[in-house]
């Protein structure tokens, strides 16, 4: 589906969901000096209609309802999670696991701890780092007795989905219905996780075009005229 209208903030959202359409620097710098982007197809296609403008209402004078409340569903392929358990529940256990691994992480996902237990953390980030990830792990727990039970298990193949939508900042129900027609759909949920208007699941590479599929007939993007 082509939005005709959509707003920086919404797309700085697809962006850091995995859109490859516009560079977030780039936004950021047109949204600060009030310039207007038109994105379209190239001309070689032959299929230009206008395409899609991104632009600020609060500095346009622009009726709101000319803007797309739900800017997107972006999709990242080539994703692991490295699973990191058997860690310490102690100040500063964190601090030295993440400084060791030193490398560009999508997202983290920790649950609370009881007391006593041993700590697990979940990180996923980009599948082509993640042998170097584990390499520097394993140098971790050879050279620190503090990091001597700790356990490492990896999952590849993995592609997260991100629905974007500055309306979920204030309603309720996202969560639900995302959940529910992926579950309709007898499709397994690695990790989840959310931030402000960004809600993202990760599924196996094998159902992910089905999954978005999905979220998409769900959440109305998908253009049917």
């Known amino acids: ?116 237990e041993l700590a697990s953390v979940a990180v996923i980030l980009r599948r082509q780092d993640m042998a170097k990830v584990v390499e520097k792990l394993n140098k971790i727990r050879a050279r620190d007795e503090r990091f001597s039970t700790m356990a490492i298990y990896c999952y590849e193949d993995l592609v997260i989905l991100t629905l974007v939508d500055l309306a979920m900042i204030d309603s309720m129900g996202y969560i639900r219905k995302m959940l529910a027609v992926l579950a309709e759909k007898s499709i397994n949920i690695e990790a989840i996780f959310s931030a402000e208007s960004r809600l993202g699941v990760v599924v196996r590479e094998a159902v992910y075009k089905k999954a978005a599929q999905a979220l998409a007939m769900e959440f109305g993007l998908i253009n049917n005229s």
């Open 1 to 116: 589906r082509r939005f005709r209208v959509i707003t920086p903030a919404q797309m700085m959202g697809m962006y850091k969901a995995g859109a490859e359409v516009m560079m977030g620097r780039s936004v950021e710098i047109a949204d600060r000096f009030g310039i207007h982007i038109t994105v379209k197809l190239s001309p070689s296609f032959g299929l230009s209609d206008g395409g899609t403008v991104i632009k600020n209402p609060a500095t346009d004078g622009i009726e709101s309802a000319e803007y797309t409340e739900c800017a997107g569903l972006g999709i990242k392929r080539k994703i692991g999670i490295i699973k990191i358990a058997g860690l310490a529940d102690s100040p500063g256990t964190a601090y030295k696991l993440f400084k060791g691994i030193d490398i560009n992480i999508i997202e983290i996902i920790q649950s609370p701890t009881e007391p006593g």
